[in-house]
């Protein structure tokens, strides 16, 4: 059985000086991703946000999600945090494939960061939810990822917790070759995959990265050759988006029309290390997302 996207909802990005709580925004996106629907058949909620508030590794948010929507654990429904987004995808559709739920929900959401004295813009606060449910003829058909630890130096984030109230503070840095990197990182493992499919080609695939490092978007489509329009990608504003980058872009694509136009999606992240996972989703050309998708984009809280 496919799994394919029912609904997709970005809001942001926020500059720090808004004050937006990024645990909020995410259960916003949350919701909206699930309107009008009811909130039955959701037995699995996955958080995949990298910053968080307060930067509390513990505990999970997920749970603090699944409350808000539907109640405690005693409802039946299952919620935990994964590291990635793609990952969390991935782990997912398998879930969904075993019938363990119906539908489900992947959240991500990440606090606006200072990128302090390192020279790095730093994130804005944004989030996102992508609602998954049973397919037919479409949905995601092959996971890849790899590691390319020659650009572990590329990007280095410090947390610090200072003064008599131990506040934490974040110092990030990265190399002046760092995006470019990623770019190549992930043009690599985005062939791999559509090699390893045997039918498209780059010419029928709408490309939805990370959007994160700044300028990755349009760096990658001149790594792979294509347009710049063929490339999934969202204004840039005050800091980086960096968890729910490509959801946001996913959502900015749907309403533009370039997601109905492609017969592939291939969604892309790259995160430190370099570590670049990659998806490829199927559907019929001229078909919007899933017969009954729904998609939201919300930035600095207006449509």
């Known amino acids: 059985m496919p799994v ?52 509390l590794l513990e505990p999970a948010v997920a749970p603090f999600i699944q409350r808000e929507l539907v109640g405690g ?20 559709a398998g879930l969904l494939q075993s019938g363990h739920s119906r539908r489900a929900l992947i959240v991500a959401a990440d606090r606006a960061v200072a990128g302090g004295d390192g020279g790095h813009p730093g994130y804005a606060t944004s989030a996102a939810a992508l609602l998954l449910g049973p397919g037919t003829n479409e949905g995601f058909v092959a996971f890849n990822s790899r590691h390319f630890p020659e650009h572990r130096a590329g990007l280095h984030s410090l947390l610090r917790l200072t003064g008599p109230g131990c506040q934490p503070g974040w110092t990030i840095t990265q190399s002046s070759d760092y995006a470019s990197a990623c770019a190549t990182s992930a043009a690599d493992v985005i062939h791999e995959l559509i090699d390893g499919l045997r039918g498209p080609t780059l010419c029928d695939v709408l490309i939805v990265p990370s959007q994160s490092p ?22 840039e504003g005050d800091g980086e988006v ?31 290390g370099v570590v670049v996972h990659a998806c490829a989703y199927r559907k019929p050309a001229g078909v919007v997302l899933g017969s009954k998708c729904r998609s939201s984009f919300s930035k600095n809280g207006e449509e």
């Open 73 to 92: 654990p005693d409802t039946g429904a299952f919620a935990f945090d994964v590291d990635g987004l793609l990952a969390g995808c991935e782990l997912t």
């Open 242 to 272: 960096y968890t729910a980058g490509p959801l946001l872009a996913l959502a900015r694509a749907m309403a533009d029309g370039r997601v109905t136009a492609a017969d592939w999606v291939v969604f892309v992240t790259v995160s430190p």
């Open 214 to 235: 700044s300028g990755l978007p349009q760096t990658l489509a001149e790594r792979l050759r294509v347009p710049a329009d063929c490339v999934a990608r969202i204004e």
């Open 4 to 55: 394919r996207i029912e609904a997709v909802c970005g809001l942001g990005p926020f500059a720090a000086r808004e004050h937006v709580c990024s645990r909020d925004l995410a259960v916003g996106a949350a919701r909206r991703s699930l309107e009008p629907d009811n909130h039955d058949d959701v037995r699995l909620i996955v958080y995949a946000g990298t910053y968080r508030e307060e930067d």
